[in-house]
């Protein structure tokens, strides 16, 4: 259940269209290229979190392999990437919201919406923790049950045109590069799977099987939405809601709004789950002094991390106003490669200290972590350079606030 609901935010509602603009019938193959561009990372993610037998994480075993200074990025890393995929998100239900009522996606109407979403996120996390996290299994009923009705009304409704030809020319290198780029976002969240991985019962046998068995199921998924899709709209990368308007094309007016109720409780559940957790994140980082103390204040009343919860607010504002969903989950994809080379990079350097009968050791050596590093060095490759700089801003900014907050401990 982590494992898929990592995997299946709100990526798979808006995604589409942007992989056949970039890669036409292609497209649906990248799905399956990506998840074995993703395989190795997971598999080392499968060995770190099998070495935990308390609550893991990208900050503990950081520090463990490289020192608090990387652990410390590592921590940062994972909440750049919750920060920039919550204003994806955003964006991503405020489209959804316009498709039905126009005025939401427009100019003032457009920063009001997300204003408002952001705002009653922010206090949701303020007034308590409790209600932010009940009802996983609710929602991934429904958006399962949703998603999956679409793929079977589709097969039912167009029947082999939902098969295409291959017959249209291969598009270039770069564009695929690009493709493989923006849907590697339906492919992340997984690692939010590893910090409670300790947990488990037998992590050495949990963790893995969770992952391939998580992986094997939203490929899957992913191809046959995408291959209904293409076939049910034909302008399909002109669409900012593909997913809606491929179930109006199928179903009429009650297919999108029954689509809409896929959307929004997917995208809402996401949202507040990730503010909750990168919340805990700068909180945690700040008791550890690592980032100034302000972060680590609670509510006097609701004792949650406010301040921590308003620094997330209008950072995420500022980003959802600033990026359409396209440019904001191509850039969270960079953030998150930084962290998943770390994690790569820490198999080799923790697995001496940790190797036991009892642990989840990967076979060949060190090939498995080698293959995942270079597949996020190829997958940086093809990263803008409008991403890189947004990102390196964000890194230099939690490296300022690191070096402020061991000041502050040192006086």
Known sequence: MLVVNGFIGAGIFGLPSGAAALAGEYSVWIYAFCALLML???????????????????????ALAFGGFVGFQGGWLYYLARLISFAANTVLLTDSIAYFLPIAGEGAGRLVTVFLTIVGLSIINILGSSESIRSMTFFTIIKFGVLIGLVFGGFLLLGDSVLPSFDSPIPPAGDLGAAALLLIYAFVGFEGAIVPAGEAKKPERDMPLGLILGLIVVVILYMLIQL????????????????????????????????????????????????????????????????????????????????????????????????????????????????????????PALRPKFKAPNRFILKGGYTIPILGILACLWLMFQVSWNSVWMTAIFVGIGTGLYWIGKRQNQE
């Open 228 to 347: 209904v899709t293409m076939a049910a709209v034909p302008n399909l990368s002109d669409s900012n809601t593909p997913l809606l308007d491929a179930a109006s094309s199928l179903f009429g007016e009650i297919g999108a709004y029954i689509l809409m109720i896929g959307v929004t409780t997917s995208v809402i559940a996401n949202l507040i789950s990730s503010m909750f957790s990168a919340t805990r994140v700068t909180y945690a980082l700040s008791l550890e002094n690592s980032l100034p103390s302000w972060f680590g204040q609670v509510h006097n009343k609701f004792l949650t991390p406010a301040n921590s919860v308003l620094f997330f607010g209008i950072a995420a504002f500022i980003l959802a106003a600033m990026g359409s969903f396209r440019a904001l989950a191509a850039m969270t994809v960079l953030s998150r490669l930084f962290l998943f080379i770390m994690t790569c990079a820490a198999v």
């Open 40 to 62: 190795p990372v997971i598999l080392s993610f499968a060995e770190i979190g099998s070495y935990f037998r308390g609550t893991g994480g990208p900050i503990r075993y950081g």
